[in-house]
């Protein structure tokens, strides 16, 4: 019969105390990444399971976590969230929490599924994704003392909660710049409607990026709601009223969109878009590229602090993306 694995075993086998490995376990935030990493390795080789009946009881704790699935929508940008969920289900996991996901089509219907699964199930907190102006649902977990944190700023208050983030300003002021210094001038953008933070935010980095260029961005920039075919649209209205020279979307179905306005133009008019989907890495489209696994293990970073009642240095993160090149620019 096999030797049964407990915590002593993992912790012979990593080199460790068995202190540590518990708080690989409860705790990892606390732990050295290379320690961290080592005893992952152990309890991955040993296939070890902790005990998480014996687990509630000691800690009060279900070590489960909800988190929405987002809607398909073109399936393009979806595939963005889709990336996040399954690093956020990863390194859940390897804390010590499964993941539990649900659907919503808006937020008072999440906020009614929130009430739902408060009542139906021993739930530890929930991560939040897609955040705006006014965001209904980190009010309603707040005024009740659910645990929560967020893939997105709390944008009217950026101190309430704890929150990761990425930097999409910074992504395409560095696309923009890319541009400029390819002696492009008259860089249009093609973005989201305004009020959006995240949309208002992408926006910002080619705003700010023209004007140090000393370029007058005024009548160079579209919005549209999100979609290949209407990106197309607001594309070829661009490059026909404003004859812009490059552009630069808030995603990649605006620019996948555009790519279509742009394909007989001469000379050609390079495109980049946001997100680096797998569409974008087909067909070689140059995109900013959002360090999604790196999101995802931050936020269970963040939680597991929340549920041990510790203090990080910084509850507040953001993330830099970066630009990825290829063919269209």
């Not at 080789?45 to 398909?72: C, D, F, H, K, W």
Request: glycine share 8%; charged share 20%.
């Amino acid at each position: 019969m096999p030797e049964k694995v407990t915590i002593a075993t993992v912790a012979r086998r990593a080199r460790v105390s068995r202190q540590t490995v518990s708080n690989v376990l409860n705790a990892p935030h606390i732990v050295r990444e290379e320690t961290r990493l080592r005893v992952q390795e152990a309890i991955a080789a040993l296939g070890y399971r902790a005990n998480q009946a014996a687990r509630q009881m000691r800690t009060g704790r279900s070590r489960l976590i909800a988190v929405r699935i987002e809607p398909t929508r073109d399936g393009i940008n979806g595939s963005v969230l889709d990336r996040f969920l399954h690093g956020l289900t990863e390194t859940a996991e390897t804390a010590g929490y499964r993941t539990m996901l649900y659907t919503a089509t808006d937020d008072q219907q999440e906020i009614a599924t929130y009430d739902d699964l408060l009542s139906s199930y021993e739930l530890d907190a929930f991560v939040l994704t897609g955040t705006d102006h006014g965001d209904p649902r980190t009010a309603w977990l707040a005024a009740r003392g659910v645990p929560f944190v967020t893939f997105g700023r709390p944008w009217d208050a950026p101190e309430s909660h704890p929150w990761v983030d990425v930097d999409g300003a910074a992504g395409t002021a560095a696309a923009t710049a890319h541009l400029l210094a390819a002696g492009h001038r008259r860089i249009g953008f093609v973005g989201w409607p305004a009020g959006s933070g995240v949309g208002d935010d992408r926006r910002t980095g080619w705003h700010r990026s023209l004007v140090a260029a000393g370029v007058d961005p005024v009548g160079l920039d579209r919005q549209t709601p999100d979609g290949i075919a209407e990106g197309e649209r607001v594309a070829r209205e661009l490059l026909d009223r404003a004859t812009p020279t490059a552009l630069v979307c808030a995603s990649d179905s605006l620019a996948l969109g555009a790519l279509q306005a742009v394909r007989a133009r001469t000379p050609a008019v390079p495109v980049i878009g946001f997100d680096d989907t797998p569409v974008a890495g087909a067909i070689g489209l140059s995109s900013v590229s959002q360090p999604l696994g790196e999101a995802a293990a931050r936020c269970v970073d963040l939680l597991t602090a929340v549920l041990d009642g510790s203090h990080p240095a910084t509850d507040h993160v953001l993330l830099q993306p970066s630009l990825v090149l290829r063919h269209t620019t």
